[in-house]
């Protein structure tokens, strides 16, 4: 199973921002997936969370800027993000779990950079 996170980049204070994921090598529809993030110097912190019925959760820094949504595509979940601010700058992780084994598979990380 590999994931490929996809859409950072640099971008200007307040401007959006659409990150994706998709994992390949399975046929199995993974039931949790999610974004980290971790900014220099920092802890990894969960960002946003969607499981497969349908909830999602946030960081509070988060809340109201940040959308986590699934795609019609099997195992793709995207983080549409507003408002960013320099302290949003940071490498973002996906993940994605595996329903039956419980395991967390990682994306390598893509780089958003959000200038002041």
């Known amino acids: 199973v590999q994931l490929q996170a996809y859409g950072g980049g640099l971008v200007q204070a307040g401007g959006p921002l659409r990150l994706s994921c998709t994992a390949s090598g399975t046929v199995i529809v993974f039931n949790v997936m999610g974004w980290y993030r971790q900014a220099p110097g920092k802890e990894r912190e969960l960002v946003a969370v969607s499981t497969n019925d349908g909830s999602t959760s946030y960081a509070d820094s988060v809340k109201g800027r940040f959308t986590i949504s699934r795609g019609v595509a099997k195992n793709t979940v995207f983080l549409q993000m507003n408002s960013l601010s320099p302290e949003d700058t940071a490498v973002y992780y996906c993940?994605?779990?595996?329903?039956?084994?419980?395991?967390?598979?990682w994306g390598h990380g893509t780089l958003v950079t959000v200038s002041s």
């Open positions: 993940y994605q779990r595996h329903p039956i084994i419980n395991k967390d598979y």
